[in-house]
Every structure is written in structure tokens, then in C-alpha cells.
């Protein structure tokens, strides 16, 4: 069983389309994150959520919008979107000892 | 081999020879800190962690040493190995203000056979 998995693992659209990606763990914790990857390799916080309450938002565009219907589950939806978009994304979850599981990532190409 | 994580991103070492991988975190009042490796395709992995209590950690084949003075981490890899490719990323959680980790600019290790 995948404990963090991410769905779908690659996307590709056009400029200006909606899409959602979406994730889901099975480790039973209370914290779930998503982060950006450029093609630096450079991991970004985007979003936090614990048991299911928005507690970080970073400096993000309100095009993107986390739901999280319950504690299991972290969706980003992405609205109007860009070129620079384009990157992986990751969800992650933190455990009591705060170390996270990573998901195996969306590749998100925006053309 | 050697590398400072966020000056020279690429290290390559020689199959069964140990690799240092260095990182300058930012925040001061960091006190837990995390190595993660990234194989392609993959999401980060765990590796190791340390509490800012402690200046240093043993696991299997990886020691990871913190130097609170100069706001240093490093992840040592002994007897580094082909499978042990990567790229590698330091990580420092930051408790207030809602919990998070920053990750450092990330490594490229490669292992050649």
C-alpha cells in the first residue's frame, strides 16, 4: 500500500484550463502539506493543513486553492492556468516524530 | 568528496569512497533538522534527522552533524555506493507560526562505479 499517494502523476494542459491534483494518505497523520518543484530542484511550501484546518498559506497565487475534506485527503485545485506553473508538485504528510512522506509527485506541464 | 550544498550543487565520488554534503540553514531558532534524498522520478525521502540539542547522529552508513555556532549541517555518506545517486536536500522545521519545514537548495550526488 502507497502511504502518500498523489494523483495523477503527470498532467499536461493548456494555458488558461482548470485541473485538480489530488492526494490522499494512509499513515493516519494529522498534517499534510503541498510543496512546488521547479526545475531547479528547489522545494517550495505552498499550503498546510491539519485535521482538515488551513494553518499555512504562503506567498501563492489565489488561482490555487487547497481542499481538504478530511484529514486523509489534501486536493489542490488550480485555476487560469500559467506557463510558469509548470513543475512538480508534491504532497506530503508529517507524522508525531515531524519527519514527512512524500508522495511520488505530479509533473505538471503547462503549454 | 565534498560539497557545499548552496555554492556547488553537483558532487560526484567514487564508488565505495565516503561523500560530505554541506548545508548553511538560515533560521536561528530552527531546532530540528532533516537530510532528504531524492532519486529521479521520486518524491524525498527521510534519511535522517537531528534535534538541535545534539551535534551529531549516526544511522547506517550516514552521520549527520550540526554546528548551531556557524548554522551548519552536513550529511556524511560512508563507503558511498551507486544506488546512493541522488539529489540530496537539507531541512530545517521552523515550530512557530504554524509547523513547516524550509529545505536548503539541494545536492546532486553522483556515484561513479
Known amino acids: 500500500d502507497t502511504a502518500v499517494s498523489q494523483t495523477p502523476k503527470y498532467l499536461v494542459t493548456q494555458m488558461g484550463n482548470d485541473k485538480s491534483i489530488k492526494c490522499e494518505q494512509n499513515?493516519?497523520?494529522?498534517?499534510m502539506y503541498w510543496y512546488k518543484q521547479d526545475s531547479k530542484k528547489f522545494l517550495k511550501i505552498m499550503f498546510s493543513y491539519n485535521n482538515k484546518e488551513l494553518i499555512i498559506n504562503e506567498t501563492v497565487p489565489n488561482r490555487f486553492s487547497p481542499k481538504s475534506p478530511d484529514k486523509a485527503h489534501l486536493n489542490l485545485h488550480i485555476n487560469s492556468l500559467e506557463l510558469g506553473d509548470s513543475a512538480v508538485y508534491f504532497c506530503?504528510?508529517?507524522?508525531?516524530?515531524?519527519?514527512?512522506?512524500f508522495g511520488s509527485g505530479t509533473r505538471l506541464t503547462v503549454v | 568528496g565534498e560539497s557545499v550544498g548552496l555554492h556547488l550543487p553537483t558532487l560526484s565520488v567514487q564508488e565505495g569512497d565516503n561523500s560530505i554534503i554541506n548545508c548553511a540553514y538560515s533560521n536561528s531558532a530552527s531546532d530540528y533538522f532533516i537530510w532528504y534524498k531524492q532519486e529521479s522520478g521520486k518524491g524525498p525521502q527521510f534519511i535522517i534527522d537531528i534535534r538541535s540539542n545534539m551535534d551529531k547522529r549516526q544511522g547506517q552508513r550516514v552521520t549527520v552533524l550540526l554546528n548551531k555556532t556557524v548554522k551548519h549541517l552536513s550529511l556524511q555518506i560512508a563507503a558511498t555506493q551507486p544506488g546512493d545517486s541522488a539529489v540530496y536536500f537539507c531541512a530545517e522545521n521552523i515550530g512557530t507560526g504554524g509547523f513547516k519545514t524550509i529545505f536548503g537548495a539541494g545536492t546532486r550526488l553522483f556515484v561513479k562505479a
Open positions: 506530503a504528510s508529517m507524522g508525531q516524530d515531524y519527519g514527512y512522506t
Open positions: 499513515l493516519g497523520h494529522d498534517t
